[in-house]
């Protein structure tokens, strides 16, 4: 053998380099104008600001559905809420065998690990090993309904039981959490060695989710500093039917003045505990010697409104609710301190995941591979992205489409007498998305085309969405369908 042959085979023996570890860390509820690296002065997020200092931060990406077992499970198989009826929070996939992304990423040889919560029903991981102790150990029953469409009475119990937690405290049910989701953690990358298969390890906190409960040396930052939320004259009256729903269902006008600031700033401080905790893992990576090639991925499962437009928690789609902070880092192979603009959505991060790890991704998933753009700012990118809303305190569902500076939303007709309605805005000129230029005749082609761009990325029309919603609440996983107070059998698909 000469010396040209021993150094090819060489070659051909050596290794390949191992794929990177991949950290998800999601958060519950965050709204991404709340984080330094989104340009709020006022929020103290060190630890996130530091990993897009790292890495590359999307400015306009979007939740598949503002809800959370939804937004999780359209995460987890990669799909739009409707294909997989993932309708509201007491959903499931079809069974533990279902084409997910830790399978897929199982398959190409990883090992997947979730720590926390991602609201799965007790029965079910879909790949998972779960680490840290059982955080999911929901019972769901696929059922699920619609508040009439001229029903105006208010869910007075609902808001009070909500707003009454609105104080400092130095523990809750989900700091508690958040604290055993960091400990779980930590205890996994002190065991992990870079001889081990790689891991991919989803982190799921809580925070900051309401309650807003909220130690007093994260609040006393903010007290007297947070400005009230902007809501014009008359808005209130003119917003769709079901935003007012969803402040009749959740009980929101009960809210005085000082309730909503004090919740405001409870919000900001809550952030900020949850960045500390997550800086707690990013610190033990930094020290398990398996950083420098772990790719971190950070993002949030929804917003929050914190009383933007008179809504409270999630369900809309306005952006405090639908648009979400997602950061990429892996210094081995990006700059840090990038930013990309045009619109994306989880679906389209869950095949970036898939892609860096060299899983074999399923045909029929939704969304694109970003990994070129993260690659080169320059590539070519579709700037579009989908959410979905079907769940509680609504009188039909609603999907919205964002490309470029426009933002479209369909809301499906609730019932014969009631029309559906559309929602329009341009947010380079209209950030609060307080003018719905839907009611303007000159944006009717406007409308037309995007509607149509709505039905072809989700491949249906919403009317038909709203009808098999509806077909799925009535029977639920119990295979009965409910009609008119009554119950019939029927086979279960």
Same mark, same amino acid.
């Given at each position: 053998m000469n010396r040209r042959e021993f150094l090819l085979s060489s070659l051909a023996a050596a290794p390949k380099d191992k794929p990177p570890n991949i950290l998800l860390l999601c958060s519950d509820e965050h709204n991404h104008r709340v984080a330094g690296c989104y340009g709020n002065r006022l929020?103290?997020?060190?630890?996130?600001? !530091?990993?897009?200092? &790292?890495?590359?931060?999307?400015?306009?990406? *979007?939740?598949?559905?503002?809800? #959370?077992?939804?937004?999780?499970?359209a995460l987890t198989a990669g799909k739009h809420i409707h294909r997989i009826g993932a309708w509201n929070n007491s959903c499931r996939l079809p069974g533990d065998d279902y084409p997910s992304l830790p399978h897929i990423l199982n398959a190409a040889g990883y090992e997947s690990f979730l720590c926390g919560k991602q609201h799965y029903d007790a029965q079910h991981r879909y790949g998972f090993t779960e680490i840290g102790g059982n955080m999911n150990?929901?019972?769901?029953t696929g059922t699920g309904g619609r508040r009439a469409a001229g029903d105006e009475t208010v869910n007075e119990t609902a808001g009070r039981a909500r707003y009454n937690e609105f104080r400092a405290g130095e523990d809750s049910s989900v700091i508690s959490h958040d604290r055993r989701v960091t400990a779980g953690v930590l205890e996994f990358l002190s065991k992990r060695g870079r001889g081990d298969k790689p891991?991919?390890?989803?982190? !799921?906190?809580?925070?900051?989710?309401?309650?807003?409960?909220?130690p007093e040396r994260y609040w006393a930052p903010y007290r007297g500093k947070i400005p009230m939320p902007e809501i014009p004259a008359g808005h209130l009256e003119n917003l769709p039917l079901n935003y007012k729903h969803l402040r009749r269902g959740f009980g929101v006008p009960v809210a005085d003045a000082e309730t909503i600031r004090r919740g405001r700033e409870l919000y900001?401080?809550?952030?900020?505990?949850?960045?500390?905790?997550i !800086?707690?893992?990013?610190?033990?990576?930094?020290?398990?010697?398996?950083?420098?090639?772990?790719?971190i991925? *950070?993002?949030?499962?929804?917003?929050?409104?914190?009383?933007?437009?008179?809504?409270?928690?999630?369900? #809309?789609? *306005?952006?405090?609710?639908?648009?979400?902070?997602?950061?990429?880092?892996?210094?081995?192979?990006?700059?840090?301190?990038?930013?990309? &603009? @045009?619109? #994306?959505?989880?679906?389209?991060?869950?095949?970036?995941?898939?892609?860096?790890?060299?899983?074999?991704?399923?045909?029929?998933?939704?969304?694109?591979?970003?990994l070129g753009w993260l690659d080169n700012r320059a590539s070519a990118w579709k700037d579009l992205a989908v959410s979905q809303y079907y769940a509680h305190n609504i009188a039909s569902g609603y999907a919205?489409?964002?490309? @470029?500076?426009?933002?479209?939303?369909?809301?499906?007709?609730?019932?014969?007498?009631?029309?559906?309605?559309?929602?329009? *805005?341009?947010?380079?000129?209209?950030?609060?998305?307080?003018?719905?230029?839907?009611?303007e005749s000159a944006e009717a082609g406007r409308i037309g085309k995007m509607h149509a761009a709505l039905v072809k990325e989700l491949g249906e029309d919403p009317e038909e969405t709203e009808r098999r919603c509806r077909a799925d609440y009535a029977r639920g996983y119990g295979g009965e369908v409910r009609s008119k107070g009554q119950r019939r059998r029927r086979k279960s698909p």
């Amino acid at each position: 053998m000469n010396r040209r042959e021993f150094l090819l085979s060489s070659l051909a023996a050596a290794p390949k380099d191992k794929p990177p570890n991949i950290l998800l860390l999601c958060s519950d509820e965050h709204n991404h104008r709340v984080a330094g690296c989104y340009g709020n002065r006022l929020a103290r997020t060190p630890n996130l600001d !530091g990993l897009a200092a &790292r890495g590359v931060t999307f400015e306009t990406a *979007y939740t598949a559905s503002p809800l #959370c077992v939804p937004a999780r499970l359209a995460l987890t198989a990669g799909k739009h809420i409707h294909r997989i009826g993932a309708w509201n929070n007491s959903c499931r996939l079809p069974g533990d065998d279902y084409p997910s992304l830790p399978h897929i990423l199982n398959a190409a040889g990883y090992e997947s690990f979730l720590c926390g919560k991602q609201h799965y029903d007790a029965q079910h991981r879909y790949g998972f090993t779960e680490i840290g102790g059982n955080m999911n150990n929901a019972s769901m029953t696929g059922t699920g309904g619609r508040r009439a469409a001229g029903d105006e009475t208010v869910n007075e119990t609902a808001g009070r039981a909500r707003y009454n937690e609105f104080r400092a405290g130095e523990d809750s049910s989900v700091i508690s959490h958040d604290r055993r989701v960091t400990a779980g953690v930590l205890e996994f990358l002190s065991k992990r060695g870079r001889g081990d298969k790689p891991f991919f390890l989803f982190a !799921g906190y809580l925070a900051p989710h309401f309650p807003l409960t909220v130690p007093e040396r994260y609040w006393a930052p903010y007290r007297g500093k947070i400005p009230m939320p902007e809501i014009p004259a008359g808005h209130l009256e003119n917003l769709p039917l079901n935003y007012k729903h969803l402040r009749r269902g959740f009980g929101v006008p009960v809210a005085d003045a000082e309730t909503i600031r004090r919740g405001r700033e409870l919000y900001y401080g809550f952030t900020e505990w949850m960045d500390h905790e997550i !800086g707690q893992v990013l610190a033990a990576l930094g020290k398990s010697g398996l950083a420098d090639n772990t790719a971190i991925v *950070y993002t949030t499962d929804h917003g929050e409104n914190m009383g933007e437009h008179g809504l409270w928690w999630k369900n #809309c789609v *306005y952006e405090h609710a639908a648009h979400v902070p997602m950061i990429f880092s892996w210094p081995k192979r990006w700059a840090g301190g990038q930013r990309r &603009r @045009g619109a #994306c959505s989880h679906l389209d991060m869950v095949r970036t995941v898939a892609e860096i790890g060299g899983a074999r991704i399923p045909r029929d998933w939704n969304g694109d591979s970003m990994l070129g753009w993260l690659d080169n700012r320059a590539s070519a990118w579709k700037d579009l992205a989908v959410s979905q809303y079907y769940a509680h305190n609504i009188a039909s569902g609603y999907a919205m489409i964002r490309t @470029g500076d426009w933002k479209y939303v369909y809301h499906n007709a609730p019932d014969a007498a009631h029309p559906a309605e559309r929602e329009l *805005y341009n947010l380079a000129a209209d950030a609060g998305e307080f003018r719905n230029l839907a009611r303007e005749s000159a944006e009717a082609g406007r409308i037309g085309k995007m509607h149509a761009a709505l039905v072809k990325e989700l491949g249906e029309d919403p009317e038909e969405t709203e009808r098999r919603c509806r077909a799925d609440y009535a029977r639920g996983y119990g295979g009965e369908v409910r009609s008119k107070g009554q119950r019939r059998r029927r086979k279960s698909p």
